[in-house]
Every structure is written in C-alpha cells, then in structure tokens.
C-alpha cells in the first residue's frame, strides 16, 4: 500500500513533532534528575524515557504509516529532536529548573505545619511514656511497701500472740 507524497510530507512533519516533545521529555527527566540526585532513580527515569519514546514512534508508525516503520519517519523525528535541542532546549532548562526550585521551596512551607505537629506529637508522647512510666514505678513502691506493711502487721500480730497465748 503506497502513501502519496502529501501524506509522506504530513507523516514526516508529524515525526518531526514528536521529535520535539521526544526532546522536551528528555529535558523534563533531565531536570527531575538533576533536582532528585539517586542513582536509582536516574536509572529509573532512563529506561521510562526509552520506553515511552518507543512506544510513541511505534505508535506513530502504526497510524501515520499504516504500520510501516520508514526511514523517513526516524530521519524526521532525529531531525526534531534535534531543532528542539538547538532551538528551545537552554530555554526550556533555565525555566524547568526555577519551575523545580519553586516547587521544592513550595514543598517546603507547605510541609512546615505537618513537620511541626509531628515535632510537637513525639515530644507529647515522649512525655506521656515518661508520665506513665513514673506511674508504673511508683505502684511498685506503693505495692511494695504496702505488702511490706501487711507482711509486718502480720508477723507482729503473730508476736503478739505468741507473747499472750
């Protein structure tokens, strides 16, 4: 099944399209990486990355090329990954990366009140262990002097008696 010329034309311009957004995902898990320093998660973010831009071009080739992968469209999506890289990537960086720091710096106060009630709760409770653990050790001594007492009457009882009976 042959393709006619404007319909290679529309196929190439839309492969260059997906170049460009192949492109603004590269720099979008670039900042995420970047801002997010593991290894793990670096490694994470590469392999979606490969993932999401294959299943994009194969996806592609299935509705533009009626399931024909052409050189074409792998030239056209090089070639808009690489104007975006050229033309609109350092932009792209310089605004991500406030857009990043904002957010964390968002995060941040908005996670003050939540890391102070946390705060406030483990120095409560640490109170309250300290409270009931003096609880416990002073009804140890009440209980212990208390059979102590009882231990005493008993044996003076017992004195007594022996001395009368």
């Not at 192949?22 to 979606?48: Q, T």
Request: glycine share 8%.
């Amino acid at each position: 099944m042959e393709i006619s010329i404007s319909g290679q034309a529309a196929a190439f311009g839309g492969a260059v399209v997906l170049g460009m957004a192949a492109g603004l995902l590269y720099d979008l898990f670039r900042i995420l990486r970047v801002r997010a320093a593991r290894r793990f998660f670096s490694d994470g973010l590469d392999l979606l990355f490969w993932v999401a831009v294959t299943v994009a071009l194969f996806s592609y080739a299935l509705l533009a090329g009626n399931g024909q992968l052409r050189i074409f469209m792998i030239l056209g999506l090089s070639i808009g990954a690489f104007l975006y890289f050229i033309l609109f990537s350092s932009f792209m960086l310089r605004l991500g990366y406030k857009v990043a720091d904002f957010l964390v710096v968002l995060l941040h106060f908005l996670s003050i009140p939540i890391v102070t009630a946390w705060n406030f709760s483990k120095k409560t409770l640490e109170k309250f262990k300290n409270v009931f653990h003096y609880f416990t050790k002073w009804y140890r001594i009440k209980h212990t002097l208390c059979s102590v007492m009882k231990n005493r009457r008993r044996l003076d009882k017992d004195r007594r008696q022996r001395r009368c009976g």
